[in-house]
Every structure is written in structure tokens, then in C-alpha cells.
């Protein structure tokens, strides 16, 4: 393995290690949000997940719980998730 090689193999890791821990970051904010919530509130929507279904677009509501289990599972869904939360301030 050549010096180029290296570096470029260490520069990977420091991204994919960035990426993880900026993960994190707005994971332990969603968690953080979640567990002062009032069990009540947890079942009320917070976004609208649009879903294309034969070139038909269907909004779904989202609630706090949903959010949770996506979130905690890593799924991409939980991952736009956490955007869309940052983006609207409710985490």
C-alpha cells in the first residue's frame, strides 16, 4: 500500500467517523427531546412522510414513537427523520 493510498484510506475513516458522530449528535438531540415528553404527546404526529404509490403521492403522519423505533433502528427513514426534525427546531 502506497503513501497516497493511506492517506486516502485515513481520510475516509475521518470522514465516515465525522459522519457517525454528527449521527449521534442529532440522535442523543432526538432522544434528549423523547424522554421528557409527556406519554400522551408521544402518540401525537409530528411530521408527514410523503409516500409515492403509483405515481400518487400519500402523506402518512409520523408520530413521536414512530420516529423513535425508525430512529433507534438507524433506518434511512429515522436519518431523514432527524433533518426534518433539525430543520423545523423541535429537536
Known amino acids: 500500500m502506497d503513501a497516497t493510498t493511506r492517506f486516502q484510506n485515513r481520510k475516509d475513516f475521518k470522514q465516515e467517523e465525522l459522519r457517525t458522530n454528527m449521527e449521534q449528535e442529532k440522535k442523543q ?17 409530528i411530521l408527514l412522510l410523503e409516500d409515492k404509490i403509483k405515481d400518487k403521492i400519500e402523506k402518512k403522519p409520523i408520530s413521536w414513537d414512530i ?14 427523520f432527524l433533518d426534518k426534525l433539525i430543520k423545523l427546531n423541535l429537536i
Request: without cysteine; aromatic residues 10%.
Open 67 to 80: 420516529a423513535f423505533l425508525e430512529i433507534e433502528q438507524e433506518t434511512k427513514i429515522g436519518e431523514n
Open 29 to 45: 438531540r432526538f432522544l434528549e427531546v423523547y424522554k421528557n415528553l409527556p406519554l400522551v404527546e408521544r402518540k401525537n404526529t
